[in-house]
């Protein structure tokens, strides 16, 4: 009997409105949270409607942004390795003084 290797379905992601499934989370999250910092700034701080809009389009931008620059169509990991190298500089890559294979006696300068 022959076999033969198929692609299956179930390795996907999936994607909606063509967006993956994880960004659309993090996009719906941040629009839903502007929407909460919107009512809560007009019903409780008593700030002006445009004020408040104005409050509660920013963890909105902040998700769109994230979403669309860190992580569609870019490789697995790359919005956590761009993070942590603002957050920690370089220290995820290798060190430029440190030998390029294991057998190597002295240092590079």
């Known amino acids: 009997m022959k076999t033969i290797d198929t692609q299956a379905g179930d390795d996907s992601e999936g994607k909606i409105w063509g967006m993956e ?4 989370f993090i996009f719906i ?9 919107s009512v809560a700034a007009f019903s409780y701080w008593s700030c002006p409607p445009m ?7 920013v963890p909105a931008v902040l998700g769109i942004v994230y979403v ?5 169509c870019r490789p697995k990991g790359y919005d956590m390795d761009v993070l ?3 957050i920690c500089g370089r220290s995820w890559q290798q ?4 030998k390029s294979h294991p057998l190597q ?3 590079i300068p």
Request: no cysteine.
């Open 21 to 24: 499934g994880s960004s659309l």
């Open 29 to 37: 999250g941040g629009v839903v949270s502007g929407v909460i910092v």
């Open 51 to 57: 004020m408040a809009l104005g409050y509660g389009t």
């Open 68 to 72: 669309f620059t860190l992580r569609e």
């Open 84 to 86: 942590e190298t603002l």
């Open 95 to 98: 060190k430029p003084t440190s």
């Open 105 to 107: 006696q002295e240092e």
